[in-house]
């Protein structure tokens, strides 16, 4: 049987052979990593079930270059570099009869597919067929805020996380909380430190009950607290350098270096290109204060990524994302004549988080997508008038219905339209995934097309 040094040093050679391997497909320009990013619910793991599903054999993405071209051959899914992805389990659940939506997503999980086609060019005669290793990690939507924390200390983090809780908007969630900080005067006492931080933890859980887009750290959330890191809460000016603030300092000092660092290193400071999923339709139904929310959760959070323009070396060593795709998720919540509402609509909701990459000459672009289509369109007469309406079947009672979803305006409504509640959109229990087809999706392929479709 094998020493637990020696499997211990086996493991330690395979990870660095792997390394040395991707690094050498770096160099070459064949291994690219894709941010799936977007807050929770948004719809990172469907896309990225879709994804997978449409890349085995290319079936259903017309305007994917390599397909349009006529040289796609497929994809095979390798061994990725970390836990795997429940692709079996997500697809399992899109195929059941009835199908239902794939689990909210509880840890991190990686895919790995390497795509083959045929080349074209000089090179070809050398090297006839061109392969792309596709690297994605899938996380719970929670944990993207807490990239926020990154570069902030103890005081930066209470600051922040103070003035949110003051907004007029949450202030009524944050009542006990700000209550017992008032009452405190900073002593010694663990047991004070236990009890704000509980109290914060609370009205954490309250926003997100509350469908608060901004929740920060979104990971104090979950039943368990983060292994290795004592729950904390930030706490006001007043009580810098008392020893309730150091007790604190030192949680939350424990939680960026134990949890949030390492998580960011290994997965999150090297992606090349990004997709960042928004979930338009959720924030324009909640109402004004919602819409601001994922406006400013959204800019927060593309603010902790890395963009520019690589070299070869820099790809190699210290990649930055050189492409960003906004996309509205969930296209076939409204009839496609909406799309372009919804489009520029989108534009001015990302629009703040749009700077991070804007500033260091990144390109990006926005789309109207969904990754599984679970409606189809039908015209309908009332009144005189042709109305789009949507078929399928609702998520909530499991019928299948035929409504008018709506309009999506393509400005930021005003007040009074929104105070009509015009803007409700109803969630749909998806389509069975059978056989890929066209109306599989709507512009998954053009979107895929723009994040890699370079690259094969
Ligand atoms: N109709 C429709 N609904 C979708 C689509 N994609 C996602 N949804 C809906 O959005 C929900 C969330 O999608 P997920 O892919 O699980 O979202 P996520 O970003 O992975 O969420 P977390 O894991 O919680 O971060 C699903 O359960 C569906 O209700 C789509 O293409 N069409
Ligand atoms: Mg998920």
Redesign the pocket.
């Known amino acids: 049987m094998a020493s637990p040094l020696g499997s211990t040093v086996a493991r330690l050679v395979r990870g660095l052979q792997e390394e040395v391997r991707t690094a050498g497909r770096r160099l070459f320009d064949r291994h690219l990593r894709l941010a799936v990013t ?13 994804l997978a599903y449409h890349l085995r054999d290319g079936r259903g993405l017309p305007f994917f270059r390599p397909v349009h071209e006529g040289r796609y051959l497929g994809a095979l899914s390798l061994d990725p570099p970390g836990p795997p992805f429940p692709l079996d389990r997500a697809l399992g659940a899109l195929r059941a009869s009835p199908p239902s ?5 509880r840890s991190l999980s990686t895919l790995r597919l390497e795509l083959r086609a045929t080349a074209t060019g000089p090179a070809a005669s050398l090297q006839p067929i061109r392969r792309l290793l596709l690297d994605i990690v ?5 944990w993207l805020l807490d990239l926020v924390l990154l570069d902030r200390d103890f005081a930066a983090f209470s600051e922040l996380a103070l003035a949110l809780a003051h907004d007029p908007k949450r202030v009524a969630f944050a009542r006990d909380l700000l209550a017992l900080l008032a009452e405190t005067d900073g002593g010694e006492d663990v047991l004070v430190a236990d009890r704000v931080a509980s109290a914060f933890r609370d009205y954490l859980r309250q926003l997100q009950r509350e469908d608060f887009a901004l929740v920060l750290p979104g990971r104090m959330i979950e039943e368990e607290a983060p292994s290795r890191s004592p729950p904390f809460a930030p706490l006001p000016p007043r009580l810098a350098e008392t020893p309730l603030w150091h007790r604190m300092a030192e949680r939350y000092a424990a939680y960026r270096e134990r949890v949030l660092q390492p998580f960011f290193a290994q997965w999150f400071a090297r992606f090349d290109r990004q997709i960042v ?1 928004v ?1 338009l339709l959720a924030a324009l139904g909640r109402g004004p204060a919602h819409f601001a929310d994922t406006r400013e959760a959204l800019a927060l959070a593309l603010a902790a990524f890395r963009y520019g323009k690589n070299g070869r070396l820099r790809r190699l060593l210290a990649p930055r994302i050189e492409r960003v795709l906004f996309a509205m ?5 409204v009839a496609p004549n909406q799309h372009a509402n919804a489009r520029e609509l989108l534009r001015l909701l990302v629009a703040d988080a749009a700077r991070a990459p804007r500033l260091e000459g990144v390109r990006h672009e926005v789309m109207v ?7 189809d369109v039908l015209h309908i007469e009332h009144q005189g008038q042709l109305l789009s309406c949507v078929r ?1 079947r609702l ?1 909530e009672d499991d019928r299948e219905t035929v409504l008018f979803p709506g309009e999506v305006p393509h400005e930021l409504p005003q007040e009074r339209e929104w105070t009509q509640r015009r803007f409700r959109f109803r ?2 229990a ?1 389509r069975r995934l059978s056989d890929a087809g066209p109306d599989t ?2 512009r998954l392929d053009r979107a895929l097309d723009w994040l890699i479709g370079d690259r094969l």
């Open positions: 977007g807050l929770r619910r948004s719809g990172k793991t469907v896309f990225t079930t879709a939506w794939p689990e909210p997503t899938d996380y719970p939507g929670e999923l979930d998720s969930k296209a076939d919540h997508l969904a990754a599984l289509r679970s409606t399928g998520a969630r749909f998806p999706h709507i």
